[in-house]
């Protein structure tokens, strides 16, 4: 069974940062063929996608709200992604989730297919 764990949220102040981390684990399972994406859902609000990677190149995608704020990466030797947030803003406020899936939309972003996989989440609060 394959198993995501986010990790890294926490309080901060506008203008901090703060760096998510989601490990996965499960037998045979290799990241390499994932593509990865983190979600985030603030309370009252539909879940919205913050920012993705590929599997084959590494390709990304992002929020256009949270462009030049938020880097994604991977390393597929330690099986962890990666989501490095500065000039963190109160509207940043939400649970944030990890994904994986075979496929992806738009070459990127996981497709939500039936061989996805996502996390328990991770809160993440920024205060003005």
């Known amino acids: 069974q394959v198993q995501l764990v986010e990790s890294g949220g926490g309080l901060v102040q506008a203008g901090g940062s703060l760096r998510l981390s989601c490990a996965t684990s499960g037998p045979r399972f290799a990241l390499d063929n994932f593509n990865i994406g983190w979600f985030r859902q603030a309370p009252g609000k539909e879940r919205e996608r913050v920012s993705c990677i590929s599997s084959t190149d590494s390709r990304t995608w992002y929020l256009d709200s949270v462009k030049g704020r938020f880097t994604i990466s991977r390393d597929n030797a330690k099986k962890t992604a990666y989501l490095q947030m500065d000039s963190l803003k109160p509207e940043d406020t939400a649970v944030y989730y990890c994904?994986?899936?075979?496929?992806?939309?738009?070459?990127?972003?996981?497709?939500?297919?039936?061989?996805?996989?996502w996390g328990q989440g991770t809160q993440v609060t920024v205060s003005s």
């Open positions: 994904a994986i899936d075979l496929y992806s939309v738009q070459g990127v972003c996981p497709a939500g297919s039936g061989s996805g996989y």
